[in-house]
């Protein structure tokens, strides 16, 4: 089965740029979507199809796929981007889930 | 109005059954391919099962199937997930979920319901 691996968390400074990455074999030939859950919340699409944001997330996210990684980068880090960051995609008929990469801007 | 509302959560010995369902509304349900993902104590987020929108086209993760049985009332525009024999590890938070076909991503997410599995 295909596997989706991300770091256990990284940290940012406020106001600066995080990423937050997502590796898989080719995965550039995927469609990987991002959601944000920070605690007690359902899920938030972030990015969908690699790069676009859904209408009402900040410009502030944007997202990468290339080689062996997916990368979702937040500039401008702040406080409320705390939470965790999952990455996922199709393969068939199955959806998988990346291990999540809990944020803390510092 | 809150489009993704899941509801009969609770607790149940292992072996147990319960089920549970996510009523919708605001959407074209019956357009609408449905996804139930879940989220156990501490871990992270676990694809479930995806059902068609017609109903026809359902999938399971090799951890529930033959367990878990997805369906769907498009005349109710109510998602369900029979859970039986559940287990220990079926113990988390389960959110129902609306596959959109413009993004092809789980766009909107319900608030959950707590299944605990326990003697």
């Known amino acids: 089965s295909y596997d989706l691996t991300q770091p256990l968390s990284v940290s940012v400074a406020l106001g600066q740029t995080a990423r937050i990455t997502c590796g898989g074999y080719?995965?550039?030939?995927?469609?990987v979507h991002w959601y944000q859950r920070k605690p007690g919340q359902a899920p938030v699409l972030v990015i969908y199809r690699d790069a676009n944001r859904p209408s009402g997330i900040p410009e502030r996210f944007s997202g990468s796929n290339a080689g062996n990684t997916a990368t979702l980068t937040i500039s401008r880090a702040q406080a409320g981007d705390e939470a965790d960051y999952y990455c996922?995609?199709?393969?068939?008929?199955?959806?998988?889930f990346g291990g999540g990469t809990k944020l803390t801007v510092l | 109005e809150v489009p993704l509302l899941e509801s009969g959560g609770g607790l149940v010995q292992p072996g147990g059954s319960l089920r549970l369902s996510c009523a919708t509304a605001g959407f074209s349900f019956s357009s609408s391919t449905m996804t139930w993902v879940r989220q156990a104590p501490g871990k992270g987020l676990q694809w479930v099962s995806t059902?068609?929108?017609?109903?026809?086209?359902?999938y399971y993760a090799d951890l529930v199937k033959g367990r878990f049985t997805i369906s769907r009332d498009n005349s109710k525009n109510t998602l369900f997930l029979q859970m039986n024999s559940l287990r220990a590890e079926d113990t988390a938070v389960y959110y129902c979920?609306?596959?959109?076909?413009?993004?092809?991503?789980?766009?909107?997410w319900g608030q959950g319901t707590t299944v605990t599995v326990s003697s």
């Open positions: 059902i068609s929108e017609n109903g026809r086209g359902t």
């Open positions: 996922q995609m199709w393969d068939g008929s199955s959806a998988i």
């Open positions: 979920a609306i596959w959109a076909t413009s993004s092809y991503a789980l766009d909107v």
């Open positions: 080719n995965i550039e030939r995927k469609n």
